[in-house]
């Protein structure tokens, strides 16, 4: 089993619409979660920490499960420029970072 | 926001050479530093860990005889890839962790052709 699991996508939304993203992660003992965006033939950006309590950002917002062991990233509102691809990100006690595969979002007209 | 640079953004070179890639936290000190790889359509995977003025940690299957990782400084590590085939074609990509802060700041990353 991989160490990070994502949707496999890719998904594609109309404009306007919400869409949600799912990881799990296999390593109990994670510390810290995280939300990438990578553009094409770009670096990953970071979009957003995702903590216990759950955490919003605008028009996007992050969840964390630790007893099922997943996270997720909604984003209402869709818009053209968040066409990306999302990666979850996770962290555990010794700041290893572990990458998923990503979930490819493609928002169109 | 922090930045980090890489150099060169691009590199295409002869099979059997080395390249050297740079990777600089500019306005920060990075005890820490990871290098990425990143094929088409794929995710990142982590290559090697590489801490300031220590050997870096290497992920299995990465083999550390011709990916070599040095960080002299807090500002800079660097990676050879020794003898380049085609198959290490890819897009390099070096994080630098905030000593302070915790938090990673990604390069823009090189992309490497191998001829």
């Known amino acids: 089993r991989k160490e990070v699991e994502q949707d496999p996508g890719p998904f594609n939304v109309p404009e306007g619409a919400t869409v949600a993203f799912n990881c799990t992660y296999s390593n109990s003992a994670s510390q810290s979660f995280f939300w990438y965006r990578q553009d094409c033939r770009k670096e990953p950006k970071l979009l957003m920490s995702v903590y216990s309590s759950g955490n919003e950002d605008g028009r996007f917002t992050a969840q964390l499960n630790r007893a099922s062991q997943y996270i997720s990233l909604l984003i209402r509102d869709s818009k053209l420029s968040d066409s990306a691809t999302y990666l979850c990100?996770?962290?555990?006690?010794?700041?290893?970072?572990?990458f998923g595969p990503g979930t490819s979002l493609s928002v169109i007209p | 926001g922090a930045v980090v640079s890489q150099h060169p953004s691009w590199v295409i070179c002869k099979s059997g050479t080395s390249v050297k890639i740079e990777c600089r936290s500019l306005d920060f000190q990075a005890t820490t530093m990871f290098w990425y790889r990143q094929f088409p359509k794929q995710s990142l995977m982590l290559m090697a860990t590489s801490n300031e003025g220590s050997k870096a940690t290497y992920e299995q299957g990465v083999e550390k005889d011709k990916f070599l990782i040095n960080h002299a400084s807090l500002t800079l590590s660097t990676l050879t890839v020794t003898s380049a085939h085609p198959e290490d074609s890819s897009f390099y990509i070096c994080s630098a962790q905030d000593r302070n802060l915790h938090e990673q700041y990604f390069g823009p990353g090189t992309r490497l052709t191998v001829t």
């Open positions: 990100v996770v962290k555990t006690s010794y700041d290893k970072v572990i």
